[in-house]
């Protein structure tokens, strides 16, 4: 387990930049007696380790006895506060000046720079959190939807840490029986019911294996769904994805072939993050920077969960066939999405005709709209929900959305059913009991109960530096 660092740590822990106000954040058994050194109360001279937890002080901070700024000191006494140490939070106002000089004279007076992430890391190492509820920190400050914030929110109070002491109390009780055999072995002596250990085996293995399919709804939530829009040049791509981000992220030209790069930004719609990848449009050219652009629109369309095939109505030519002969063979796994452009120059007759008569093979869900005129780009917004197929959930579930826990949770489900195959062998006890101490280690992994400085270090250096 990493030990914890004495020294006493400090930083800013509001955004950079200019503000209305900033938060500087202080951490350590010297919190005090530092801050101390560079604040005059405005009332009683009493120092901060006098004054009762949870209150606020009006005072001044002075460089050199002139007056840098008036703040409001917060104070927070170990183990009651986030860290579980001694901790002074100054709010100052914003100025980038202002809030220098305030760290400046923290580290003159015995403060040290906090790392990335690490008044969290000291709140996980002092037991005020395990290490899924830390992660969830980074989670909720990252969140950029009602739904992703929920989840964080959910995990941050323990709701995933309480379903994973359940399965371990239950796997520890388990392999306590089986051990306990072993120390009597001489004696044929059974004290676990074979049977039992079944049933009870295939129930946790249920409930790991709930956890893990539950991953995708989870990663979808928390980093976004990818959809991808593809086509031809000139379709229209750019321009949709200019109106569905409400500014002018992509270069709209009449100009064939202007988009060679990726751009991708994410949208909230409904309370649902999608991540849009606007492409290259794709064409057989002799262009090789073109063509450079149009590769990589086919490794995203890989990587996509939905495919936008944007079609400009009034430009039907054999590129049509060229690129739905490109396109179809990747929409197998993912959902289709057709959107005939440029309705404002079609009438009913000729889109009716489009509707019936285009591709008919191809299965996929058809949208008419104006790019340009944002017309109709509602009906694309609900058919993008449709497409998700993100099942309903309440705050109750228990909802996976981290890699590592997802890893950890099938490294876990791995070694529990070599167990279960075990005990329908017959097999030696001690070989059963190391399997399931096996997915204890795993589902410790998660929680903290089990790590190392290299686990800890690479969770944490993923933070902001005052979280």
């Not at 506060?81 to 106002?93: A, L, P, Q």
């Not at 991540?275 to 890989?302: H, P, S, V, Y």
């Not at 489009?354 to 509602?378: G, Q, Y």
């Not at 996976?400 to 075990?422: M, Q």
Request: aromatic content about 6%; hydrophobic content about 40%.
């Amino acid at each position: 387990m990493m030990m914890i660092n004495e020294n006493t740590i400090c930083a800013i822990s509001t955004p950079s930049g200019i503000g209305g106000m900033a938060v500087i954040r202080v951490s350590g058994k010297d919190a005090f007696s530092v801050v101390d050194k560079i604040f005059t109360p405005s009332k009683k001279e009493i120092s901060l380790s006098a004054q009762k937890a949870y209150t606020l002080s009006h005072g001044k901070i002075c460089k050199r006895n002139e007056i840098l700024d008036d703040v409001i000191v917060g104070i927070f006494h170990s183990p009651n506060s986030f860290t579980g140490e001694n901790t002074v939070e100054i709010t100052c106002h914003g100025s980038l000046y202002i809030q220098q000089e305030i760290l400046k004279l923290l580290l003159e007076n015995g403060c040290t720079p906090a790392a990335p992430g690490e008044f969290t890391q000291r709140a996980f190492l002092n037991g005020k959190m395990d290490l899924s509820q830390a992660e969830a920190v980074a989670d909720l400050i990252a969140s950029a939807s009602s739904s992703s914030h929920r989840l964080a929110m959910n995990q941050m109070r323990g709701g995933f840490s309480n379903e994973l002491i359940q399965l371990r109390a239950k796997l520890l009780d388990f392999v306590s029986l089986i051990e306990l055999e072993l120390d009597f072995g001489e004696e044929n002596v059974e004290f676990a019911d074979r049977f039992k250990l079944l049933d009870l085996a295939n129930n946790i293995k249920t409930t790991i294996e709930k956890l893990i399919q539950s991953f995708g709804l989870g990663n979808a939530i928390k980093n976004g769904i990818p959809v991808v829009i593809v086509g031809e040049t000139n379709a229209g791509k750019s321009t949709l994805l200019n109106h569905l981000l409400n500014e002018d992220k992509a270069i709209v030209s009449e100009i064939h072939g202007t988009t060679r790069d990726i751009i991708e930004d994410i949208i909230n719609i409904n309370g649902i993050i999608f991540r849009f990848i606007d492409t290259a449009g794709i064409r057989d050219t002799g262009d090789e920077i073109e063509n450079l652009g149009i590769q990589r629109t086919f490794k995203k369309i890989e990587q996509a969960s939905i495919i936008i095939w944007m079609i400009d109505t009034t430009h039907f030519n054999k590129e049509i066939e060229y690129i739905a002969d490109k396109i179809v063979p990747y929409a197998k796994n993912k959902e289709l999405i057709i959107v005939f452009n440029k309705i404002d120059k079609l009438n009913s007759e000729e889109q009716s005709v489009l509707e019936d008569e285009f591709l008919p093979h191809i299965p996929a869900k058809r949208i008419f709209l104006s790019a340009k005129f944002r017309k109709n780009t509602e009906l694309l917004e609900k058919a993008l929900m449709e497409a998700a197929k993100l099942p309903e959930w309440n705050n109750n579930d228990i909802i996976v959305t981290n890699i590592r826990h997802y890893e950890a949770l099938s490294n876990a489900l791995t070694a529990l059913k070599r167990a279960e195959t075990g005990l329908n062998e017959n097999r030696s006890s001690d070989f059963v009991a190391q399997d399931i101490r096996e997915c204890i280690h795993y589902l410790g992994e998660i929680t903290g109960e089990i790590s190392t400085d290299e686990i800890l270090g690479n969770i944490f250096s993923k933070f902001c530096v005052g979280k």
